[in-house]
């Protein structure tokens, strides 16, 4: 059973537009919620990560909107560049779970020039 | 300035030979995981060291076993592998306090073939 779904699996964009992948989760537990970055053959990197308490974090060209109520979150990537073609993934974690994230399931980004 | 450190970033092995691979970090975390990753999927928890306490998850067959000596460093054992464990295996740290979740940082991984 998935804890967080993720969508779209892949998605097109062209340079300088904006790339938004969608996570939903169900566990009204989850407090903690990153985005991590995995190019081909190196372990994900954290992103932008956001705790419930705020709806929406900026850092830079990505930010990540957060709709407690509808127990969704999603990333937005301004300006897209082909530096940014690689595999996202959302997460989420409970603060009695010694960290451990559940993945949703990736999605394929690719930028054309 | 490399945080996580795992070697041997490629292993070779033959069906059914056992393989260690190890995962080092610089960071002085509390918990490390190990995940497996195949190929355009999500990296799976295999387990977790939350300092020396060992947590498993339900899932991970017995034939994946961990050790963590001291703080530094974690193994991952495959005791028999098979053609369906080639993967990426990746380890990851975290200072993780009761309440509050924080960063987990990955290593670069091991890939792993199984001929």
């Known amino acids: 059973q998935q804890q967080v779904k993720q969508s779209p699996q892949s998605l097109i964009v062209q340079k300088g537009g904006i790339s938004i992948i969608n996570c939903a989760y169900e566990?009204?537990?989850?407090?903690?919620f990153p985005w991590y970055q995995q190019f081909p053959g190196k372990g994900p990197a954290l992103l932008i990560a956001?705790?419930?308490?705020?709806s929406e974090k900026k850092e830079g060209r990505f930010t990540i909107s957060f709709n407690k109520s509808a127990k969704q979150f999603s990333l937005h990537i301004m300006d897209s560049q082909p530096g940014d073609s690689a595999t996202y993934f959302c997460a989420a974690s409970r603060a009695d779970s010694w960290g451990k994230l559940q993945f949703g399931a990736g999605t394929q980004v690719v930028v054309t020039p | 300035d490399a945080m996580v450190i795992q070697n041997p970033r490629y292993q070779v092995t033959q069906f059914g030979k056992p393989v260690t691979l190890s995962c080092s970090q610089t960071?002085?975390?509390?918990?490390m995981y190990w995940y497996q990753q195949k190929s355009s999927q999500a990296p799976k928890l295999l387990f977790h060291y939350y300092d020396k306490d060992f947590n498993n998850e339900a899932d991970t067959p017995d034939n994946f076993q961990s050790r963590r000596p001291n703080t530094s460093f974690c193994f991952l054992d495959i005791r028999s592998p098979g053609l369906g464990d080639a993967a990426m295996y990746l380890c990851?740290?975290?200072?993780?306090?009761?309440?509050?979740?924080?960063?987990?940082?990955f290593g670069p991984g091991t890939r792993l073939t199984v001929l």
């Open positions: 566990n009204t537990a989850f407090d903690y």
């Open positions: 956001i705790r419930p308490d705020v």
């Open positions: 990851a740290t975290s200072s993780y306090t009761s309440g509050r979740n924080n960063e987990q940082f």
């Open positions: 960071l002085n975390h509390n918990v």
